[in-house]
Structure formats: structure tokens, C-alpha cells
């Protein structure tokens, strides 16, 4: 322990404390820009580069930036003394010099962490002029959009993208005033190894980076007469968008969701949980063939399109182990264009599936060729849950108000199996419910599987006992952490039957495109209560008692796993460069 | 650094070189062979159990890779940036490990040192600034090139002394001391004896020992401006106080060497130069302001000149130049008229001349 005074204040701190979190326990809130502490996803941005958080150390020649300044014996520290206040008003007037200062029409317009900061330090005038930087705006990807002159530099991307998720996408290019965070090369996103997560978009303490937004487009075949559109919602939507309309974290606003929807001019209503329940049968179809020899092992779940890109960059040499499950949104889409639009009659050119996720890497993936029949693509268009309570607002609804109101039959079926497919654990948990249940011909009485929840461990193993056999499960959340366990694997240092990786830390109800949490953890914990709330709360349990599903494949679809099922729910998958 | 490393228990040392400079790299290749030969590097050195070999790094050609941090990442293989300190690359340096950092000229005082004893070494020198120091002279002296020089000397010792006195018999103005970031000391601080602290005192450094002398044809704003703009693009990027504080106050310059200073803008240069030596991560940062603050303190009659009487004092700055013809010694030989390239000399001849661009 350390003796430390800030503001005249006296205290005891840890050794190792930096002065910013010493401030907050005597609650002197030190403001900061750059620094950003997801401790629990082993995420710490420490570059002290914004000076935003400088403060006076008696003895010391210049200002310290309290971020990154460990305590030490006998530092007496002040927070607010004029040469400090002074420092600080400057570094964000030096830095709004440099920026656009289009907040009215930003992105980012009320969740900018630089223009909270302007206003809370009563910033009205920039008092200095001059150059600002302007750099190419990169959409390449459909997905993920760069606008390098929003950036401050706090490379918050950089530490999540190379830290955390090791794609090594960014890096601080150039020097001096022209020093900017860029892909190699300056290249287009879409040529580089991004996988599209976007946990730098999470991380982004401004519109530097951020989704393309689909929004305009889904409103213009909304307003289109000849177009029939339905949505469908990921699991990890319900237990987030309350969060933008100012209800408590982990809220369940499932009904409301749908009614929403359904006021935004949605023709039906579904749930990406049916398809997520679907994904489950084949799912567990395909392991318990290669637990019988039928194929490799260990068989990795195929949900996250920003995981699948990942390996195929990462790791081609191990493209036969994915299984070919589509994910569950474009399982979706398949179904809805073939088996609902039949049923219902309706052409399915004219079907228009717009599907709300947490995620940016789904606004990617469904402009891979591979998921397209007849030149008609399995899913339309992809927003956000943020681009979701965007429509929602502009539409003027007062969402707190809105009734709770049911998915439309049958593509809104689902189950607690499908729900859980929104945490990390969740999907491995959900075909272990289908899975025991069909090699043992039993029943399962206890569904949960705790050994492969929860946030805090990047990788978990949990082995289950099916009958006579030790099935070896592995689950990987972060990228980082999903190459841990696939150089083990490609080593032959580890074995598993079955591994879940999700790309996003926490899995989708941490997502790239979920309403940003700037940097508070608990939200995500939060979610993810409510994702486990949510299951108990579900009459069925097991994807495979589905009864929508079960119709479907009686009425359309025929053997699990079988020809047509192949050809519409699977996939494969491509070796891509690294670069 | 074989010493140091025997002195630390290292095995292994870089040598950082910048790709600029290939004869230094090749002169060191030579030595650093010739050393092996002679069984000063390498395996069980002088037959003992110590072994000790070094490495040339190439640097990119940053400068900014001469301080510590930066140039411990560029060896690592990722960008030349600093970090902040602590902790000090004593205690995570290296690939994480304790690391003992030096430049040339420490290490070259290491041998004697040994050889002769610390108190032939303490003899020289001032207090607290002991031994000698090499200083590269360069500038408007007649003698240019590398001085070693006993701590304590003073400035006027160096320039006139040895470096033989300002070329041309014009007047001294400053000196430029410590390389692009340290100050300008004007003629009344000639009598210093310098050292480290002497130096700091005055708003400059000891530095890389670059000392540059001026004279009275040197506009001070000019030079500010010069050093600024070295700084300015040397700059890594990293922190808001450098990145954008240098380049804001390159433009504040830019506009008072142009002639569209205003007084408020020197007001709001002082306190950019003096918030961004107080909030910089690193010595660049730190440093880069002193140019202005400097000059600033000992020159703020030729800002004034050039933000209230919009002239040069030093005749530097062309915007700021006035040409006119002095009616009273023109005969009108149409001599300059005829040589104008941009025909802004107009008369008759053998009358007189006048000065006139149609654009102002």
C-alpha cells in the first residue's frame, strides 16, 4: 500500500494504482479521452495520448497524465489546479481544431464521448485555427465505415483490434500532423484480413469508425409497394434496445421490439431465434455424424460470420472443421425466400429480409456470393440494434409506451435453446440440449450447462458425459482468444469434440452493433442475464421440440440434414490471404 | 558497452544506427569486426567467462527514435513511438526486460573513465555537469565541425575561441544550442559557463550538443519557425499536445512571418508553447516549443516587428520585404526595368523610376 494525497485529500492505495482510478475511490472524477478499462475482456488502453487527464504531481517538472501514472509513497496530487484545467481545455480545443465539428448531422451525435467532454469542460469557442486533416472515407466493405478525419488518435482500435481480437488491421501511420490509424498500405477494408467485428466501432470514442448504415434503404422498400418486407431479430436485440430509449440494462423488451417493427411498416414480423433453432438440428445432425466417423472433429459452430472470415484468413488449413450450418440469419433468409414464401404465395423477388443484429460482420456476410439462389440474395439488408432505434425515433414512436406484442407465425417460433445463441456458451449449450437428448434417447431434465457461461474466462472447457462418452467442449470468445485455441488444435496440443468461438468478447450481446457501452461492463453482464432470464422464461427449452420447425421440415424441407437442407442451410467456405 | 554490459550482467547489446548514415554504419561494421578479431566481443572475451556481442540496428530514419522509448520499439519491430515513463527502460526496457540505454558519447566516457579514475574525470568539468562535451559548430562561424570541450566553458570561448569568430566580422546574434529542440541565447549570455543546468536555465539544452550560430542577418521569428517545422514533421503523431499543439503553432508563425500577426496571436502562442512543453508525453514534446519560447524572451522585439510594423528587422521573411526605387539616386538607365522578369519596374528613361506590382 501507498500513501498518497489528491486534493488534499489522504489515502491508502494499492501499489500499482494509477491516479486516475486512486482519484475515483475519493470520488474526483478526472476527465479522460483515450483511456479506456474493459478489464474483463483483458482490454486496457493506455497510451496517454489525448493529455486530457493531466494532472499536477508535486515535484514533478510537467503535468502527468493520471491515466497512466501509477501512484507512489508520499504523491500529493492536484486534479484541478489552474496550470491542470488550463492543460486539459487545451488539449480538446487543440483537438477539436482538428475535427470536423459536424455534430449535428454526426453519426455519433450524442454518444461522442469528445463532445461530451467539450461539454462538460464548457467549451464555446476554438480558439485556435487552421489545417484540418481530410483523409479518404472508406465503405468498402458494406460493412464497417472509416472516416479517418473524426479520429483523435487514442488508438483505442489499435489495442482491440491487435490486443484483443489480433487481426492487426490498424496501426498509426505516417508522422506528425498527418499521423493517422490505418489498415496497411492505406488499403481498402475489404482488402485487408478485417473480419468485420467491429470491437474497434464498439471501442471508438467518435464517428472515426462506425456501420454502414442501411437505414434510407430499408425505408425505401418499406415505402415500396411492390416489395414485401419482413424483419427478422437477432437474440441479442431484445435484451439491448431498451438501453436507447433510457430503460435500465438488461431489460427484455421483446414485445415491444416486435410492435415496433410492425409500426415501421414490416409486413411480418419473425425471429432469427426459429432459424437459430433450425441452425441447432442441423447443427447437432452434423456432430453426432462425425462423432460417428462422418467427418473431422472437433466440429466449430459456424454462427459468426466475422469468426468465419477469421479462420479463413487465419487458418485455411483448417477449413474442414467448421461445420457447414449457415448462421442463423441467413438460414433465415433462405427459408424465408423458399418455404415461407411458398406457403404464403408470394414471389420471392419480392421479399424483402431485413435482418436487426448486434453485429456489423452480418452486414458483410450477405454479400458473399455464396449466399445468393437464382441471383436472389438470402438477406436483403442488415442494420443494428442502433440503426434499429434510429427508425424508431424518426418514426416517432415513443417505444417505452408500445404494447408488447407476439413474432408473426411460423418463422417467430423459437425456443430458450435459440435465445442463448445472443452470449458466448450460448450455442454450444443450446446442441448439447438437442444433441443428448438424440444420442441417448433421453430426456435431458437439466438443460443448463454452466460449465460454459459467463464472461470472464476468454476460453472455457467444460467436459459433459453423454452416455458412456467424455465429450471435451471448448468455448472461445474474442478473437484473441479463438487463436489460442485453433494454433492448439492445428498443434495437436489440444482436443475437443465440439468448440463454440464467437468473434465479439462476451458474444453477440456485446456486438459491434449493439448500443455503445462506453466502456461500463456491466451493461454487457447485464444483457446477458437477461439472455439467461429469457431461456427460463421459454415454455420449450430444446430446439429440436420446436414445433415450427418440426413443421417446416414435415411440410418443406423433408430429412434433417438431408438434400434439400443441404442445399439451403449449408454453406463452405473459402482460404482467404493474410494481409 | 561491453563494460556496461560486464557491469550489468548483459550479453547481448544494439547498436542503433539511422539508415541516413551508411558510412557510420559501415565504419562500425569494420570496428565492431576488428573488436571480435581482437576477442573484445563475442565468446569468453579476453579468455574469460564473459561473453558479450553486439548487434547494428538500422533505424527508418525517425528522428524521434533517438529517444529512448521510441527507439527501443523501432527495435522491437513496431512503430518508432514513445511510451510513457515510468516505467523506465531500466526497469521494462527491451523486450520487457531491464535495459540500460546509452548514447555514443556516455559510453566513449566509459574506458577513460576506468582507465584514468573518477576523480581525474570529476577534475574537469563545472559542480554538477562533470567531464567534457562534444558540441557540433555549425552556423555563421569561421571554424564549422566537432569541439570537445571541458564542462564550464562559456559560449564565447567556443565561437571565438576555437571556433574563430562569426564569418564575415558581422555581428553575433544567438546560438542555438541542443539540437532542433533547444533554445536561442542571445549575445548578453555569451560570459555562461555552460553546462547541464546553465543551459536549462537559459531555456535551451545541452541536447544532441548542436550549437548554431547566428548573426545579424538571421531573423529570429524565422528560426523559430525553421526549428518548429523540423519538430512539427519529426513529430510521431502520438499525443494531442504535439501533434496538433506544433501545428498549430507553425500556423501562428506562418501568419506573423507573413505579415498577418496580431498581437493576440503572440499572446496565444506563448501559452501554446509553454502548455505543450507542459503536456507533451515525451522529450520531442517537451522540448519542441523552446525555439519559440526562447526567442520569444530574448527576441520579442523582432515578433513586434513583425506583427505591429509588419517588417523583417533581419530581412528574412519576403513577404514582409518592401522594394521601392529612392528617387533621389535613380537616373533612369532602365537597367532594372529591362532585366524585370515580372515587369513591376515602371518609367521612361532617363527619368525616374518607379516601384509598382499591380497586384497589391
Given at each position: 500500500m501507498v500513501n498518497i494525497t489528491i486534493n488534499d485529500i489522504k489515502l491508502q492505495v494499492p501499489e500499482g494504482t494509477t491516479i486516475l482510478q486512486a482519484a475515483k475511490m475519493v470520488n474526483i472524477n478526472i476527465p479522460t479521452l483515450c483511456h479506456l478499462d474493459l478489464h474483463d475482456i483483458k482490454m486496457?488502453?493506455?497510451?496517454?495520448?489525448?493529455?486530457?487527464c493531466l494532472v499536477e504531481i508535486e515535484g514533478r517538472r510537467n503535468l502527468a497524465p493520471a491515466c497512466a501514472t501509477e501512484c507512489f509513497e508520499g504523491m500529493i496530487i492536484r486534479t484541478n489546479t489552474k496550470r491542470a484545467i488550463r492543460a486539459r481545455r487545451t488539449m480538446v480545443e487543440l483537438l477539436l481544431s482538428d475535427h470536423?465539428?459536424?455534430?449535428?448531422?454526426?453519426?455519433?451525435?450524442?454518444?461522442?464521448d469528445l463532445q461530451k467532454l467539450a461539454a462538460d469542460l464548457g467549451?464555446?469557442?476554438?480558439r485556435f485555427e487552421g489545417e484540418k486533416s481530410t483523409y479518404t472515407k472508406d465503405s468498402?466493405?458494406?460493412a464497417l465505415y472509416r472516416?479517418?478525419?473524426?479520429?483523435?488518435?487514442?488508438r483505442r482500435c489499435e489495442t482491440m483490434c491487435?490486443?484483443?481480437?489480433?487481426?492487426?488491421?490498424y496501426s498509426a501511420v505516417d508522422?506528425?500532423?498527418?499521423?493517422v490509424v490505418s489498415p496497411a498500405f492505406n488499403l481498402p477494408m475489404i482488402d485487408?484480413?478485417?473480419?468485420?467485428?467491429?470491437q474497434c466501432v464498439s471501442v471508438?470514442?467518435?464517428?472515426a469508425l462506425t456501420e454502414v448504415s442501411y437505414v434510407s434503404k430499408v425505408w425505401e422498400a418499406l415505402h415500396d409497394p411492390d416489395k414485401y418486407v419482413i424483419a427478422q431479430t437477432a437474440p441479442a436485440i431484445r435484451v439491448a434496445l431498451g438501453e436507447e430509449f433510457?430503460?435500465?440494462?438488461?431489460?427484455?423488451v421483446t414485445g415491444k421490439m416486435v410492435a415496433a417493427l410492425r409500426r415501421l411498416g414490416f409486413k411480418k414480423v419473425f425471429d432469427t431465434d426459429f432459424a437459430a433453432d433450425v441452425t441447432i438440428v442441423e447443427e447437432a445432425k452434423e456432430f453426432i455424424d462425425r462423432l460417428n466417423?462422418?467427418?473431422?472433429?472437433?466440429i466449430l459452430t459456424s454462427c459468426c460470420p466475422s469468426w468465419v472470415k477469421f479462420i479463413e484468413h487465419?487458418?485455411?488449413?483448417?477449413?474442414?472443421?467448421?461445420?457447414t450450418c449457415k448462421s442463423p440469419h441467413m438460414m433465415f433468409g433462405a427459408i424465408a425466400k423458399t418455404y415461407f414464401a411458398e406457403k404464403f404465395n408470394i414471389p420471392p423477388e419480392k421479399i424483402v429480409v431485413v435482418s436487426v443484429m448486434p453485429c456489423i460482420a452480418k452486414k458483410y456476410e450477405i454479400?458473399?456470393?455464396?449466399?445468393?439462389e437464382d441471383g436472389i440474395k438470402n438477406v436483403d439488408y442488415v442494420i443494428t440494434t442502433r440503426e434499429f432505434a434510429k427508425m424508431i425515433r424518426e418514426a416517432g414512436l415513443d417505444f417505452t409506451k408500445l404494447p408488447d406484442e407476439d413474432f408473426d407465425d411460423p418463422l417467430g417460433e423459437s425456443t430458450g435453446a435459440s435465445v442463448?445463441?445472443?452470449?458466448?456458451g450460448g450455442v454450444i449449450e443450446a446442441a448439447l440440449r438437442t444433441a443428448y437428448e438424440w444420442i441417448?434417447?433421453?430426456?435431458?431434465?437439466?438443460?443448463?450447462?454452466?460449465?460454459?457461461?459467463?464472461?470472464?474466462?476468454g476460453l472455457k472447457e467444460a467436459t459433459v458425459k453423454i452416455k458412456d462418452m467424455e465429450l471435451k467442449i471448448g468455448v472461445a470468445h474474442g478473437l484473441g482468444n479463438a487463436r489460442r485455441l485453433l494454433e492448439d488444435i492445428r498443434d495437436g496440443k489440444r482436443f475437443y469434440h465440439a468448440i463454440e468461438i464467437m468473434a465479439c468478447p462476451g458474444g453477440c450481446?456485446?456486438?459491434?452493433?449493439?448500443?455503445?457501452h462506453h466502456g461500463n461492463l456491466d451493461i454487457v453482464r447485464a444483457r446477458l442475464n437477461a439472455i439467461y432470464e429469457e431461456d427460463r422464461n421459454k415454455?420449450?427449452?430444446?430446439?429440436?421440440?420446436?414445433p415450427a420447425v418440426i413443421a417446416m421440415y414435415k411440410e418443406y424441407?423433408?430429412?434433417?440434414?438431408g438434400e434439400k437442407a443441404h442445399h439451403l442451410l449449408h454453406t463452405h467456405y473459402t482460404p482467404r490471404e493474410r494481409i | 558497452m561491453a563494460i556496461a554490459g560486464y557491469a550489468i550482467g548483459a550479453q547481448f547489446g544494439y547498436i542503433y544506427v539511422r539508415a541516413e548514415y551508411p558510412l557510420a554504419i559501415h565504419r562500425l561494421r569494420i570496428a565492431i569486426n576488428q573488436a571480435r578479431d581482437l576477442g573484445l566481443?563475442?565468446?569468453?572475451?579476453?579468455?574469460?567467462n564473459f561473453s558479450f556481442d553486439v548487434e547494428i540496428k538500422i533505424g527508418a530514419?525517425?528522428?524521434?527514435?533517438?529517444e529512448e522509448t521510441a527507439l527501443i520499439n523501432s527495435i522491437e519491430g513496431g512503430r518508432g513511438e514513445p511510451t510513457v515513463k515510468p516505467p523506465y527502460p531500466a526497469q521494462?526496457?527491451?523486450?520487457?526486460k531491464p535495459t540500460n540505454i546509452n548514447n555514443v558519447e556516455t559510453f566513449a566516457n566509459v574506458p577513460p573513465i576506468i582507465l584514468n579514475g573518477a576523480d581525474w574525470f570529476s577534475s574537469i568539468g563545472t559542480e554538477k555537469s562533470k567531464g567534457t562535451k562534444v558540441f557540433a559548430l555549425a552556423g555563421k562561424v569561421n571554424n564549422v565541425g566537432l569541439v570537445e570541450v571541458p564542462m564550464g566553458i562559456t559560449l564565447r570561448e567556443i565561437i571565438y575561441d576555437l571556433g574563430g569568430g562569426i564569418k564575415g566580422d558581422k555581428k553575433f546574434k544567438a546560438v542555438q544550442t541542443g539540437g532542433p529542440s533547444g533554445g536561442c541565447i542571445p549575445a548578453?549570455?555569451?560570459d555562461t559557463p555552460i553546462d547541464y543546468d546553465t543551459l536549462n536555465a537559459l531555456?535551451?539544452?545541452?541536447?544532441?550538443?548542436g550549437m548554431i550560430v547566428m548573426d545579424e542577418d538571421d531573423c529570429m521569428v524565422n528560426i523559430a519557425k525553421f526549428y518548429l517545422e523540423f519538430s512539427c514533421d519529426e513529430s510521431?503523431?502520438?499525443?494531442t499536445a504535439c501533434r496538433v499543439g506544433n501545428k498549430r503553432m507553425l500556423e501562428i508563425l506562418n501568419k506573423i512571418t507573413e505579415g498577418k500577426g496580431e498581437m493576440e496571436d503572440l499572446e496565444m502562442l506563448k501559452e501554446l508553447a509553454e502548455t505543450i512543453k507542459d503536456s507533451s508525453l515525451c522529450g520531442l514534446g517537451q522540448t519542441s516549443p523552446n525555439p519559440v519560447l526562447s526567442t520569444m524572451k530574448f527576441f520579442y522585439d523582432e515578433y513586434l516587428a513583425h506583427v505591429k510594423?509588419?517588417?523583417c528587422p533581419a530581412g528574412v521573411c519576403t513577404e514582409l520585404l518592401k522594394y521601392y526605387i529612392i528617387p533621389e539616386k535613380c537616373?533612369?538607365?532602365t537597367a532594372c526595368a529591362k532585366v524585370c522578369?515580372?515587369?513591376?519596374i515602371h518609367g521612361e528613361p532617363r527619368k525616374v523610376h518607379v516601384y509598382k506590382r499591380q497586384d497589391v
Open positions: 486496457v488502453n493506455r497510451t496517454a495520448s489525448c493529455r486530457v470536423p465539428t459536424d455534430c449535428l448531422v454526426c453519426e455519433k451525435n450524442g454518444n461522442c467549451i464555446r469557442k476554438i468498402s466493405s458494406g472516416n479517418p478525419d473524426k479520429c483523435i488518435m487514442c491487435n490486443e484483443v481480437q489480433t487481426c492487426g488491421i508522422r506528425g500532423f498527418e499521423t485487408t484480413q478485417c473480419t468485420f467485428c467491429g471508438c470514442p467518435t464517428a433510457g430503460l435500465e440494462p438488461g431489460t427484455i466417423g462422418k467427418g473431422r472433429l472437433p487465419q487458418f485455411p488449413e483448417l477449413l474442414d472443421i467448421p461445420s454479400q458473399r456470393k455464396e449466399f445468393e442463448i445463441f445472443g452470449v458466448t441417448t434417447g433421453e430426456t435431458l431434465e437439466k438443460v443448463e450447462f454452466h460449465g460454459v457461461r459467463g464472461l470472464e474466462d450481446i456485446d456486438g459491434g452493433g449493439q448500443p455503445y415454455p420449450i427449452r430444446k430446439s429440436h421440440e420446436n424441407m423433408g430429412e434433417i440434414g | 566481443l563475442g565468446k569468453n572475451i579476453l579468455g574469460t530514419g525517425a528522428f524521434i527514435c533517438g521494462v526496457g527491451l523486450w520487457k548578453d549570455h555569451l531555456g535551451s539544452m545541452m541536447g544532441s550538443g510521431c503523431g502520438r499525443c510594423d509588419k517588417s537616373v533612369g538607365c522578369p515580372v515587369n513591376v
